[in-house]
């Protein structure tokens, strides 16, 4: 496991703070990861992406997530002042505390979002963006996630729904569970999160050799991630329909890779099919057998290699 050379917390904006290392060589290509979720925090696990011989890797984690505070996990963290705007902001405050002229991006799936907006809103920040399990968090591949995949896994999507409540609405289920996390009763808020993290887990296992890793956490992290995926995809991560594939334009002269496994029934492969039409100067590479960033790792570190030699 990489230790970190340097770490801290970082004030930005409505009274958060961010937590913060870097890895690797302090004299490489500087190298961004933005981790997936929203609400899953950075690891230093995610540093294996990179050569440490060459590149400086910053880790981060984003507003109420990880070691950032305040930690969305509790229910009085307002979460008004989290949005995908407000993300970009926190990179942009990241990379001059660092005193980062330009970096590679790398976005692991939420993080693909992220990484999309956060390119397109400072193109001339982004010497490359590199993006494995691509998602845009578009309003129907959120439809997809929460309602469409119980054609797939009838007798679970039953059970996910069955605990959003009575009343909830089965095309809005991220609305109701955000509402089950912000009840006054933390058996409620468990109770919510638990049944979260088990959808999660159960859409993301297409692939034999998969283990469930959200369902086994701690509480405090499910209720961490749950309460953040929940918010993000009730609002579409805050950004209009479409938004990300119509503006590549903005982006169209940064070198990148997108990296997908075709038995991603989480994110189907379309959405990256349709993102590189629009962007030509990324590659595509769709990883026969692989799942939900399961199988992934190899063409993304080939992808880093390339783009910063």
């Known amino acids: ?54 590149h400086r890797v910053l880790l981060f984690d984003q507003r109420g997530a990880g070691r950032s505070t305040p930690d969305a996990a509790h229910p009085d963290t307002d979460l008004t002042t989290n949005t995908t705007a407000h993300l970009i902001d926190d990179i942009e405050a990241l990379r001059v505390a660092r005193g980062i ?14 990484g999309l907006a956060y390119t397109q809103a400072h ?6 963006l590199v993006l494995a399990a691509v998602t845009t968090t578009s309003p129907t591949e959120v439809h997809w996630l929460t309602h469409d995949m119980g054609r797939v896994f009838p007798e679970r999507w039953e059970t996910f729904r069955d605990a959003a409540g009575p009343g909830a609405d089965p095309h809005r289920l991220p609305a109701a569970y955000a509402r089950l996390l912000a009840d006054p009763d933390p058996t409620v808020r468990e109770e919510a999160a638990r049944a979260w993290c088990r959808w999660e887990d159960t859409h993301m296992a297409t692939t034999t050799d998969f283990t469930p890793f959200l369902s ?3 509480v405090d992290f499910q209720l961490r991630f749950a309460r953040l995926v929940t918010h993000y995809w009730a609002h579409h991560a805050f950004l209009p329909p479409g938004h990300l594939l119509t503006n590549t334009h903005r982006m169209a002269h940064v070198p990148g890779a997108m990296i997908h496994g075709r038995l991603d029934i989480s994110g189907p492969a379309d959405t990256a099919h349709h993102l590189s039409r629009r962007w030509p100067a990324a590659t595509l590479t769709i990883v026969e057998g692989a799942g939900h960033t399961k199988g992934l790792h190899e063409s993304a570190v080939r992808a880093i290699d390339r783009l910063t030699r």
Do not use: K, Q
Request: negative net charge.
């Open 1 to 54: 496991m990489s230790i970190p050379h340097a770490h801290g917390h970082l004030p930005v904006t409505d009274g958060n703070t961010l937590y913060w290392e870097e890895h690797g060589t302090p004299h490489g290509t500087p190298c961004l990861v933005l981790h997936g979720g929203p609400g899953s925090g950075s690891h230093p696990g995610l540093v294996r992406f990179f050569d440490p011989a060459r």
């Open 101 to 114: 002229d330009t970096w590679l991006v790398l976005g692991l799936s939420w993080g693909s979002t992220l």
């Open 216 to 218: 086994i956490r701690p």
């Open 123 to 128: 193109p001339d920040r982004v010497r490359a």
